[in-house]
T-cell receptor
């Protein structure tokens, strides 16, 4: 089983739609969680951290479920510019970062 | 000013050659990394240095040798390049070795022919 798993997609959604991605992790000792965004042929960039109580940043909401070992990202009112690959990142003890494969999102007009 | 810069951006070379990729960060971060992103888009850590000291060394062929002359630079030298080395190599830095966001360079696209 991979340490961090994501549905690779692609998720094809119309503008204005709400879309959610999940990411599961296998190591219960995982300490920190993030979502990164990677545009085509570009470097990954931090989108948001994921806090235990859940957190929101504009149209983006991240949640953590430690009992079930998954994190989620919800995007409301999708924009064309949201089209990208969304990478789930888990930090293990010792500071080792593990990236998921990424979920590809394509927002269509 | 680019925060994490790596050169070259593109590298096309023949099997068996030796090549280097350079990385510099001007963020004052203590930790630098090399990641490899293959054709299936998986980003895998290769090496991590904290203040010039190697702290993470994943299962990477010993043809790959990182060098950190100071905490702002982390270079990657690859000997005897193989077809399977073709990938995008990303340099990154963070303030500490764990739990802090990574800042990535723009990547080096390596094609081994």
């Amino acid at each position: 089983r991979k340490e961090v798993e994501q549905d690779p997609g692609p998720f094809n959604v119309p503008e204005g739609a709400t879309v959610a991605f999940n990411c599961t992790y296998s190591n219960s000792a995982s300490q920190s969680f993030f979502w990164y965004r990677q545009d085509c042929r570009k470097e990954p960039k931090l989108l948001m951290s994921v806090y235990s109580s859940g957190n929101e940043d504009g149209r983006f909401t991240a949640q953590l479920n430690r009992a079930s070992q998954y994190i989620s990202l919800l995007i409301r009112d999708s924009k064309l510019s949201d089209s990208a690959t969304y990478l789930c990142v888990v930090i293990l003890g010792g500071g080792k970062l593990i990236f998921g494969q990424g979920t590809e999102l394509s927002v269509k007009p | 000013d680019t925060a994490v810069s790596q050169t070259p951006k593109y590298l096309v070379t023949q099997m068996g050659n030796d090549k280097s990729i350079k990385c510099e960060q001007n963020l004052g971060h203590d930790t630098m990394y090399w990641y490899k992103q293959d054709s299936k888009k998986f980003l895998k850590i290769m090496f991590s240095y904290n203040n010039k000291e190697l702290i993470i060394n994943e299962t990477v062929p010993n043809r790959f040798s990182p060098k950190s002359p100071d905490k702002a630079h982390l270079n990657l030298h690859i000997n005897s390049l193989e077809l399977g080395d073709s990938a995008v190599y990303f340099c990154a830095s963070s303030q500490e070795s764990g739990g802090r966001p990574l800042h990535f360079g723009a990547g080096t696209r390596l094609s081994v022919l």
